[in-house]
């Protein structure tokens, strides 16, 4: 990769470049609360104040607030660049929300640099829709490149359904990053990774971590401390892995450097941001401070872009599904626990969003509820499933998070798929995506 190349296209980034953090300013949005990872040195918290690292942030946004936060900021700093996605979760296990801001701020001003964060698990499946939407920067989390150091990192994975631990879960990880990097650097999307020193677990080994991603074409690493104070109520703070040392930190980042090609290669200047952070590095701009005139203009203008959006998603939706016959429907039932994603097992639900999904859209048609008093609270399985199948008896698909195999084989009795493909997107996205497929299947039959 032109060194030439690479520095013009990141001169704007204080993220990726150390010569812009001071100049430019960013603001990472808090869409994707979701992640199908749980780390040992992660803790996410929201509705949280007084802690600044990743995974923390005061609240969790919708596209449409995170497009009028954006607004609202840039009228107040002139010189806000980048538009980023790093959580509180991980923006590709929330890919619906993460995607859909990012189209609204596309459509708002094209002229900020978009980029997401992500831990790579599901990173080969989006990287075409990543290179689509002009997503030029990616960060990539990789703590070892070898699954017995990366299993006492990772309590589990979440992956295509199945939950795995141990080197199982390391391997998969690692095989999921690997192959996604290298179709990043294949679309010539900048690639930054990311890896947490962790002493006596992986200190030794993040050198490695430099040479393989030096091998696919990675141009900068950023080694970042383990943070892992007791209040900070991670596995790692209660079993006392102890923070790096300053000296552990220098000398992995003049090893790792050497590597690289330099210490240009090597980012020294993060800051470890929470995921709602905003402003310039080190001086955070305080959202209290917008005027009432900025915040005024923001809903005019947002009120604007969402029209525009708006006429451009109804064009596309009308030619996707021009192949299917206008008055042909099925019901759909999502499953919802914050009444926004399909964010609940199949085991748990209790509320469910029905809506008809045809040639036209998807359209709520009612909130269904199941009724447990304390006494129910620990109902049995079978008895769960009476009551669903009676609830839903008309509905073709149930769309949830997670759901066992009797649960799925005694719904599929009764003529009800259980989908959890739709997990954690949000609501309407998830019953147009498995009704549409449930409609799809129905033509290829009877075609």
């Known amino acids: 990769m032109n060194k030439d ?65 954006v607004i609202m900021v840039e009228q107040s700093l002139d010189n806000l660049s980048v538009v980023g996605i790093a959580g509180p979760g991980d923006a590709l296990a929330n890919p619906e929300s993460t995607f859909q801001t990012l189209r609204l701020l596309k459509a708002y001003n094209p002229k900020l640099i978009p980029c997401i964060s992500t831990n790579g698990l599901n990173l080969p499946d989006y990287v075409d829709e990543i290179k689509e939407l002009g997503i030029s920067h990616v960060t990539v989390t990789m703590n070892a490149v070898d699954p017995e150091i990366g299993q006492h990192i990772y ?65 900068i690493h950023n080694i970042l401390p383990l943070m892992s104070k007791p209040e900070y109520g991670t596995k790692f703070a209660k079993d006392g892995v102890a923070e790096p040392t300053m000296e552990m930190i220098g000398r992995t980042r003049l090893d790792c450097a050497e590597i690289m090609g330099g210490f240009d290669n090597v980012m020294q200047h993060c800051r470890q941001c929470r995921a709602d952070a905003i402003g310039k590095l080190g001086e955070e701009f305080d959202i209290n401070s917008l005027t009432d005139e900025a915040i005024e203009n923001s809903s005019t203008v947002k009120s604007q872009v969402m029209s525009i959006h708006r006429t451009f998603t109804t064009q596309q939706v009308t030619e996707k599904t021009s192949k299917y016959s206008r008055n042909k429907m ?118």
């Open 155 to 219: 309590s589990w994975i979440h992956f295509k359904g199945v939950t795995y631990r141990g080197v199982d879960a390391a391997n998969i990880l690692l095989q999921r990053q690997l192959e996604g990097i290298k179709m990043l650097v294949e679309r010539d999307i900048l690639v930054k990774i990311n890896t947490v020193l962790i002493p006596d677990i992986n200190d030794k080994h993040v050198p490695e971590v430099a040479r393989k991603i030096k091998e696919l074409g990675v141009f």
């Open 330 to 447: 099925v019901l759909v039932a999502v499953a919802t626990e914050n009444n926004y994603l399909a964010d609940v097992t199949f085991k748990n639900a209790r509320t469910f969003y029905v809506y008809e999904v045809s040639g036209w859209g998807a359209h709520l048609r009612e909130i269904r509820n199941l009724q447990y008093d304390d006494n129910d609270a620990c109902i049995k399985l079978s008895g769960h499933l009476n009551n669903v199948q009676n609830l839903l008896n008309d509905c073709a698909v149930i769309v949830c998070s997670v759901a066992g195999k009797s649960a799925v084989e005694d719904m599929l009795l009764k003529g009800i798929i259980i989908d959890t493909t739709g997990a954690h997107k949000l609501l309407e996205d998830a019953a147009w995506a498995t009704g549409m497929k449930r409609l799809e299947e129905k033509t290829l039959v009877t075609a």
């Open 5 to 69: 190349s690479v520095r013009e296209r990141i001169e704007k980034h204080p993220c990726y470049c150390k010569d812009a953090h001071d100049k430019y300013a960013r603001i990472h949005l808090p869409v994707a609360p979701a992640c199908n990872i749980q780390c040992n040195y992660c803790n996410r918290k929201y509705d949280c104040s007084n802690e600044s690292r990743p995974g923390v942030t005061s609240g969790i946004l919708s596209p449409e607030q995170a497009l009028e936060k």
